[in-house]
């Protein structure tokens, strides 16, 4: 598989067109951004970890029956996937209290929520991803009705496919977000990446931060954390 022009650069990851029209390199970088861009650092390993820790994820949820982009991981910060057109929503599904949420409504961080909150954010830097409901999704025309309906669907069970693996590493999911786009046949597929730097991760029994909350909040090595997140996972895989 040759690697061909760099299609798009993201804050943690670069795209690049391949020999095949519908397959894509992502290549995950070893930059680490919070707050909208305005905090910024690299760590050495973050791009290789993400990349094995997602391409882990992705192919589990594909068993799973949950359709998304990853099709193999290449090398350390490589993986193949699928061309799709990204939807301009961020969809963050919460089972426990933190981030925007806590500080948005006034709970407590840690509250576990008696059902798991989707929220839909949209995908706008100059804007700064704001949150949004179904109707400015219907009059920004973003995405119809039951591709929305399909998309929240399939967060869920991600959701529960999510919940149940981590409980295996002793990892309380406590939220995340997704991203989808569609492929060539107009198929609402997962996209973009499933990781530390996109979901919130807890050790069960301290509570302690594995996830990019480590960097938002300065809270020590992030490489650190997503190895323990990438070794338990491959422990539970090893056993299950
Ligand atoms: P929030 O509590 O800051 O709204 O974040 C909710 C979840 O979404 C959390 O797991 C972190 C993830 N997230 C991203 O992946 N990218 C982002 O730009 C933001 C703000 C959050």
């Given at each position: 598989m040759?690697?061909?022009?760099?299609?798009?650069?993201?804050?943690?990851?670069r795209?690049?067109?391949?020999?095949?029209?519908?397959?894509?390199?992502?290549?995950?970088?070893?930059d680490?951004?919070?707050?909208?861009?305005?905090?910024?650092?690299?760590?050495?390993?973050?791009?290789?970890?993400?990349?094995?820790?997602?391409?882990?994820?992705?192919?589990?949820?594909?068993?799973?029956?949950?359709?998304?982009?990853?099709?193999?991981?290449?090398?350390?910060?490589?993986?193949?996937?699928?061309?799709?057109?990204?939807?301009?929503?961020?969809?963050v599904?919460?089972?426990?209290?933190?981030?925007?949420?806590?500080?948005?409504?006034?709970?407590?961080?840690?509250?576990?929520?008696?059902?798991?909150?989707?929220?839909?954010?949209?995908?706008?830097?100059?804007?700064?991803?704001?949150?949004?409901?179904?109707?400015?999704?219907?009059l920004?025309?973003?995405?119809?009705?039951?591709?929305?309906?399909?998309?929240?669907?399939?967060?869920?069970k991600?959701?529960?496919?999510?919940?149940?693996?981590f409980?295996?590493?002793?990892?309380?999911?406590?939220?995340?977000?997704?991203?989808?786009?569609?492929?060539?046949?107009?198929?609402?597929?997962?996209?973009?990446?499933?990781?530390?730097?996109?979901?919130?991760?807890?050790?069960?029994?301290?509570?302690?931060?594995?996830?990019?909350?480590?960097?938002?909040?300065?809270?020590?090595?992030?490489?650190?954390a997503?190895?323990i997140?990438?070794?338990?996972?491959?422990?539970?895989?090893?056993?299950?």
């Open positions: 040759d690697k061909g022009q760099l299609l798009y650069e993201g804050k943690a990851k795209l690049f067109e391949t020999d095949q029209s519908d397959v894509l390199i992502v290549e995950y970088k070893n680490l951004t919070a707050f909208n861009g305005e905090k910024k650092a690299q760590e050495q390993g973050k791009g290789a970890l993400n990349n094995q820790i997602s391409s882990i994820l992705f192919e589990r949820l594909n068993r799973e029956g949950i359709s998304n982009h990853w099709l193999e991981q290449l090398n350390q910060t490589e993986q193949l996937v699928q061309h799709n057109e990204i939807i301009p929503i961020e969809v599904v919460r089972n426990i209290a933190a981030g925007s949420l806590a500080k948005r409504i006034g709970l407590k961080e840690g509250r576990e929520l008696a059902f798991p909150i989707v929220e839909y954010y949209y995908k706008d830097d100059d804007l700064g991803d704001p949150l949004i409901n179904e109707d400015h999704i219907k920004l025309n973003l995405v119809n009705q039951s591709d929305l309906n399909q998309m929240k669907e399939m967060a869920l991600v959701n529960d496919a999510l919940i149940e693996l409980e295996a590493c002793e990892i309380k999911l406590v939220d995340f977000k997704l991203e989808f786009g569609y492929d060539r046949s107009g198929q609402i597929i997962l996209s973009d990446e499933v990781s530390p730097d996109t979901c919130r991760l807890w050790d069960i029994h301290t509570n302690e931060k594995l996830d990019k909350d480590v960097f938002r909040q300065g809270l020590g090595s992030v490489e650190h997503y190895k997140i990438l070794n338990r996972l491959k422990g539970a895989l090893s056993h299950g």
